[in-house]
Structures are given as structure tokens and as C-alpha cells.
């Protein structure tokens, strides 16, 4: 157990509305990661975090802003909300700092509908 | 074209049978990770192969990497209901991303 909480577990909201996603950590590990996992296209990565203040885009980050103030938290905000983020989300950490062989423990999901 | 096909999309077989799954690439890994994801759940890591060729084994299930390290498969023998999941490939692409295949569902009826 990796220690990973995700909040809120489900949400349902209108577009063009603000939503905000928490992804809580108890084991201080540097690099913290948002997924989103959608039919026929598996995970893929939306931003990502190696310490407090500093964050990189990954393959799907247009649309989604990120925040980390505190090692152990690390939020995903989507300034207005579109039916194109329906999806369920995934935070994970690199227990190993960010290891060549990039090993991810994963949070249980965050299920968010627009509509 | 994905980096990472999996196939079959979908399996569903008998409790007691065996099993195979395949992760396939035009493009040589460093490593490949296998993950399961039950349903409303995140993916939990199974394993890791490095080396080309390598087999790992968890309990029932059989991990190989392929001599070239384009390509895994992984081998469930007398397969359990409990083995029912989303069955994920995936490689480090970069520094800091992990890519994954569209996955394996699996259905062990009992």
C-alpha cells in the first residue's frame, strides 16, 4: 500500500464549470503523476510532478492545470470542464523517485462526468 | 498505430484453462511492466522484465520478454475467477511518462 487517497471518488458536473481533483500522499515520494483511463484508448498521462512547484506536461495536458504547494498533495484542476473529460482519473507515485523502469502504484480513480 | 497492441481485447474462458496474452511493438523497450486492474480499481504492478528473454514467474502466471525486447507475453495457467481483470502492458517512454497498451480484459468464468 503505497498510501494514496483520491478525492472525490466520483463527480458528476455541468461544462464549462470548474472542477478540482486531490491526489493525497502519506510517504512524501517525489514524483506524483494524473492519468486518465478512457475505453479503447488505455491510460494516458496528463501532467506530472518531480518535487513541490515543479510540473511537466505529458501526452494529454490541454485543458488541465496542475498545482503541488506540498509534496504530499497534488491537484488537477480543469478550468472549465468539457464532455471530452469524462473519464476516470489516476493519480500515481514512483515509489522508486522516478527509477529507469518508471513502477507505478496507482490510487483507486477519480470517476468524473460532464455533462 | 499504437506503440504498444495487445491482443486479444477481450478473452473469456472457463475457470481452469490456461492462457496467453501478447504486448507487441515495432520498437525495442528497455523494460515493459505488466499490470492488472480490477474492475474500479486502480492497476496494481505485477512485474518487471529487463532482459531479453527473461521469464518471470507469480505464482500461476508466466511473464517473458521477448529476445529482441520488442514484444511480451504473459501465461496464466488453470486460470481462477480471481485472475478476472484488466491486464495492462507498458514501457517508459522518456525521462518521466509510462505508456500504456489498451489492455487485456479478461474474464474467468467459474
Known amino acids: 500500500d503505497a498510501g494514496i487517497t483520491q478525492s472525490p471518488r466520483h463527480k458528476v458536473t455541468e461544462t464549462g464549470t470548474p472542477v478540482t481533483l486531490r491526489c493525497h500522499q502519506t510517504?512524501?515520494?517525489?514524483?506524483m503523476y494524473w492519468y486518465r483511463q478512457d475505453p479503447g484508448h488505455g491510460l494516458r498521462l496528463i501532467h506530472y510532478?518531480?518535487?513541490?512547484?515543479?510540473?511537466d506536461k505529458g501526452e494529454v495536458s490541454d485543458g488541465y492545470s496542475v498545482s503541488r504547494s506540498k509534496t504530499e498533495d497534488f491537484l488537477l484542476t480543469l478550468e472549465s470542464a468539457t464532455s471530452s473529460q469524462t473519464s476516470v482519473y489516476f493519480c500515481?507515485?514512483?515509489?522508486?523517485?522516478?527509477?529507469?523502469?518508471?513502477?507505478?502504484?496507482f490510487g483507486e480513480g477519480s470517476r468524473l462526468t460532464v455533462l | 498505430t499504437q506503440l504498444l497492441e495487445q491482443s486479444p481485447q477481450f478473452l473469456s474462458i472457463q475457470e481452469g484453462e490456461n492462457l496467453t496474452v501478447y504486448c507487441n511493438s515495432s520498437?525495442?523497450?528497455?523494460?515493459l511492466q505488466w499490470y492488472r486492474q480490477e474492475p474500479g480499481e486502480g492497476p496494481v504492478l505485477l512485474v518487471t522484465?529487463?532482459?531479453?528473454?527473461e521469464v518471470k514467474k507469480l505464482k500461476r502466471l508466466t511473464f517473458q520478454f521477448g529476445d529482441a525486447r520488442k514484444d511480451s507475453s504473459l501465461h496464466i495457467t488453470a486460470a481462477q475467477p480471481g485472475d478476472t481483470g484488466l491486464y495492462l502492458c507498458?514501457?517508459?517512454?522518456?525521462?518521466?511518462?509510462?505508456?500504456f497498451g489498451t489492455g487485456t480484459r479478461l474474464t474467468v468464468i467459474p
Open positions: 500515481a507515485i514512483s515509489v522508486a523517485g522516478g527509477s529507469t523502469t518508471g513502477e507505478l502504484f
Open positions: 510517504e512524501n515520494h517525489r514524483y
Open positions: 510532478s518531480y518535487g513541490v512547484k515543479d510540473t
Open positions: 520498437s525495442v523497450f528497455s523494460s
Open positions: 522484465v529487463v532482459t531479453g528473454g
Open positions: 507498458a514501457t517508459q517512454t522518456g525521462a518521466n511518462n509510462l505508456f
